[in-house]
């Protein structure tokens, strides 16, 4: 009687779990569909700005737009032809910004972690602080020095402030990967008798080298992005991709595939680093604030 | 649990700092930091310390005999310049809209991104991606490809419901910006969201299913809580990046038409680039700087909770 009840009350809860498997079902299948309609309708721009670049100019301005046509790659060809210069000023800039960045930063994010100096917050917070002030405020007088200083239209120049706009950045972020190094490989590292120089080479830099990584890769993202500082300090032996987008695109008679194909170019290699960085972007971008 | 530890004390044994310390063992401490600390100071506080001696000046660099002192004229013609004013209110106005949007947004894309679907991770990646594209890439997609009046993507999506060939840029210029700010910054929020959201205890929410609770109620009286501080931070450091919004002004409207979308940094770089009024620009950017510095303080206040700053012991 008693196992009787128990199998009958068994077989309910499956019939249950059954019935419920089975009410769920709409339910995925609908958050799958929007969670694709979103995402699509996010990346529409994204995905139009490329297929307008494969478009002949002729197709790119029709009412309706047009969705088939025969893809052509003489717009990126053309945009290529003229984009060459503006790409090596910015990887210039970005590569040479981003490996100042971290010979600064890592040694500043360690004494500001494992060995940390006194009032280590109060450095903390200046350097967090200097986000905060708009750079656009001094650009009259950041003109004025760059001239001064014969800076003015050189790639050092934008190596220089593209550091100081991204070491804050970087500072706590490493900082937040030193923090996890474990305590007890620096005491064994320690009682080995290791200095603080092989201390920092053979543990800690090994283990927070993926974050170091990540950390480069969204330098990289805001270096290479950057055009506030670029379209008021350079104008040609400088001049960086998106000053090309500025300056570089006729916007007379038929002009949208040309526009486009180029944007696609400069956005490509941000994109693609993006996505590699991906997992470790929303700690990058919270300062490491979260994991 | 913790998650938001950015500023956590090394609570270490090794790493607290001793008492006492030896005058050598502070400098070597201090060694690695100096290099990077001083290399802030001077890039970044030289040339605000510059902008105020040249706010005192009168000095248009295309004219010869360079700057001399003027007293406070560039001050007054700051506060009596309409221009100024009119930047400053519409920097907030794009900064708040855009953020509050992004917000929004970011929160129900979370939410949504939080449940399990077919191809969730592919999802993920298409909609971080308007934040990893170049912003001045972004203006232009939208200026043209996007918001063309006779060509536009999105007047043809529009067409059935009755929107004939808008010319976006010239009748809605402030929203047109609003819009790709929001549509930048969106990933952004989303990822910080969801972040808040993955790092929910399960054990409660199974516990508020077990009690009996709905969906919405445990959405709001243990979700919304839980989530204030990355909406916190979210919307602080959204601000610190989209108040300096310059691509979109700069790409789409030329901060028009007439002065319909000049924020500060346009109103600035217009000083610079086009009236060579480098104490004008110094001025007004004092004034801006006094301003964030003000908010900033705040911000920081903010910051400190937000990271549950806690005091090095030793």
């Not at chain 1, 000023?89 to 100096?117: K, R």
């Not at chain 2, 790493?15 to 930091?33: D, K, M, N, Q």
């Not at chain 2, 501080?229 to 310059?246: C, Q």
Request: charged fraction near 10%; glycine fraction near 8%; charge should be positive.
């Amino acid at each position: 009687m008693t196992s009787l009840s128990l199998r009958a009350a068994s077989r309910a809860t499956t019939s249950r779990a059954g019935t419920r498997r089975i009410r769920q079902w709409p339910g995925r299948v609908g958050w799958t569909v929007l969670g694709w309609v979103v995402a699509i309708a996010f990346f529409l721009p994204v995905l139009w700005m490329v297929i307008t670049a494969f478009k002949p100019e002729s197709a790119a301005e029709t009412w309706p737009p047009k969705f088939a046509f025969s893809p052509t790659l003489s717009e990126f060809s053309s945009a290529f032809s003229n984009i060459g210069p503006f790409l090596t000023h910015s990887a210039l800039a970005t590569v040479g910004s981003t490996i100042l960045v971290l010979l600064l930063g890592i040694p500043a994010a360690y004494a500001l972690s494992v060995y940390p100096v006194r009032r280590w917050q109060d450095g903390l917070f200046f350097f967090i602080s200097t986000k905060m002030l708009p750079i656009v405020a001094a650009i009259g007088p950041l003109y004025v020095i760059a001239l001064h200083t014969h800076l003015l239209d050189s790639i050092w120049l934008l190596i220089i402030l593209y550091t100081a706009m991204n070491l804050p950045l970087a500072i706590w972020m490493i900082r937040s990967f030193m923090l996890e190094v474990p305590n007890e490989l620096l005491e064994a590292a320690r009682l080995d008798g290791a200095g603080r120089i092989r201390e920092m080479g053979s543990v800690i830099l090994p283990i927070v080298l993926p974050g170091v990584v990540s950390t480069a890769l969204i330098c990289v993202i805001f270096a290479w992005n950057e055009l506030f500082l670029a379209i008021n300090l350079t104008t040609t032996n400088a001049a960086t991709v998106p000053m090309f987008l500025v300056g570089g695109i006729s916007t007379e008679g038929l002009f949208i595939a040309h526009l486009s194909a180029a944007a696609t170019i400069a956005s490509v290699p941000v994109i693609v680093v993006g996505w590699i960085a991906q997992r470790s972007l929303v700690r990058g971008l919270a300062m490491g604030a979260i994991k | 649990m913790a998650v938001l530890d950015g500023v956590a004390a090394p609570a270490r044994a090794a790493r607290v700092r001793p008492r006492g310390a030896s005058r050598r063992e502070r400098w070597l401490r201090r060694l690695p930091l100096l290099p990077a600390l001083i290399y802030v100071v001077v890039v970044t506080q030289a040339p605000f310390v510059v902008t105020v001696w040249y706010s005192f000046q009168s000095y248009f660099w295309d004219i010869p005999g360079g700057a001399h002192f003027t007293g406070l004229s560039n001050y007054s013609a700051v506060f009596t310049d309409p221009a100024f004013r009119g930047s400053l209110l519409r920097s907030v106005i794009m900064t708040a809209s855009a953020v509050i949007g992004a917000m929004i947004l970011g929160v129900l894309l979370a939410v949504l991104l939080d449940r399990k679907f077919f191809g969730r991770g592919m999802a993920r990646t298409l909609i971080i991606t308007p934040f990893l594209v170049m912003p001045a890439a972004a203006a232009l997609i939208w200026a043209y490809p996007m918001l063309d009046a006779n060509y536009g993507l999105v007047n043809f999506l529009l067409a059935p419901f009755g929107v004939n060939h808008v010319a976006w840029l010239s009748t809605q210029p402030l929203l047109s910006v609003i819009i790709v700010m929001i549509w930048q910054w969106t990933p952004f929020m989303t990822l910080i969201v969801l972040a808040g959201l993955q790092s929910q205890p399960p054990d409660t929410l199974e516990a508020a299913k077990v009690d009996g609770a709905g969906a919405l109620a445990t959405f709001r009286e243990l979700t919304i809580p839980h989530l204030r501080p990355y909406i916190e931070l979210g919307v602080l450091l959204g601000s610190i990046y989209l108040v300096n919004t310059f691509d979109a002004v700069r790409l789409m409207t030329n901060g028009g038409p007439g002065t319909a979308t000049t924020n500060l940094p346009f109103f600035l770089y217009q000083k610079v680039d086009y009236a060579y009024d480098i104490g004008g620009a110094a001025a007004a950017g004092v004034v801006t700087v006094v301003l964030t510095i003000i908010v900033a303080t705040l911000a920081l206040r903010m910051f400190a909770r937000v990271f549950r700053f806690e005091e090095a012991r030793g």
